[in-house]
């Protein structure tokens, strides 16, 4: 069974930084692309930044200059360092991964809240 652990939310002040963590456990053969998604309330899922098992990343405009994504590939971890943060980047920010066990398969975390208060 395989799990993805996600930390780091909480509640900032406009103009302030987090990072979030996405750890994934288990029986895993290889970990593909590694993403951050959020939703905000009354509004659909959105990608905020991948990055592949090579390194390679791209970004939602919404944040570019602002997010920096990141993996351990020993740790099986993905980071989000997200800097200047305003009151919009305020949602429930969800890891996926797309990992090959016995299949290959895209996991989700439980996702974390981020609130940024004007």
């Known amino acids: 069974q395989v799990q993805l652990v996600e930390s780091g939310g909480g509640l900032v002040q406009a103009g302030g930084s987090l990072r979030l963590s996405c750890a994934a456990s288990g029986i895993i053969f290889s970990i593909n692309a590694m993403g951050w998604y959020r939703q905000a309330p009354g509004k659909q899922r959105e990608l905020v930044a991948v990055?592949?098992?090579?390194?390679?990343?791209n970004y939602a405009d919404s944040v570019k200059g602002r997010f920096t994504i990141s993996r351990d590939n020993a740790k099986n971890t993905v980071y989000l360092q997200m800097n200047s943060l305003k009151p919009e980047d305020t949602a429930v920010y969800y890891c996926?991964?797309?990992?090959?066990?016995?299949?290959?398969?895209?996991?989700w975390g439980q996702g974390t809240q981020v609130t940024v208060s004007s």
């Open positions: 996926n991964a797309d990992i090959t066990t016995r299949y290959r398969g895209a996991y």
């Open positions: 990055i592949t098992s090579g390194g390679s990343t």
